[in-house]
Nanobody, 115 residues
Framework: QVQLVESGGGLVQAGGSLRLTCAASGRIFSINTMGWFRQAPGKQRDLVAIITDGGNTNYADSVKGRFTISRDNAKNTVYLQMDSLKSEDTGVYYC?????????WGQGTQVTVSS
């Protein structure tokens, strides 16, 4: 079993920055992909950014150039640096880990960007 714990959410003004952290624990295979998804009120959960264990990344078009995903494999931790935040970035941010056919989700952390 794998547990994911997110932290770093909060309230920030438009144009500001936040850094999210997701720490994974449990039985984690070295080959995995970690990422961030967000869900705005009344909307589906969408991809924000993902990163493989080898460091390959993929971003949603809406966050390219503003968000940076990174990871520390030794700590089984993934980060999301969010800069130039916009009101449309508001939502609950969920961490996800996939390995083989298994997928794990964190409990989510709220990010609110005030305009």
């Amino acid at each position: 079993q794998v547990q994911l714990v997110e932290s770093g959410g909060g309230l920030v003004q438009a144009g500001g920055s936040l850094r999210l952290t997701c720490a994974a624990s449990g039985r984690i295979f070295s080959i995995n992909t970690m990422g961030w998804f967000r869900q705005a009120p009344g909307k589906q959960r969408d991809l924000v950014a993902i990163i493989t264990d080898g460091g390959n990344t993929n971003y949603a078009d809406s966050v390219k150039g503003r968000f940076t995903i990174s990871r520390d494999n030794a700590k089984n931790t993934v980060y999301l640096q969010m800069d130039s935040l916009k009101s449309e970035d508001t939502g609950v941010y969920y961490c996800r880990l996939t390995t083989g056919l298994l997928t794990y989700w964190g409990q989510g952390t709220q990010v609110t960007v005030s305009s």
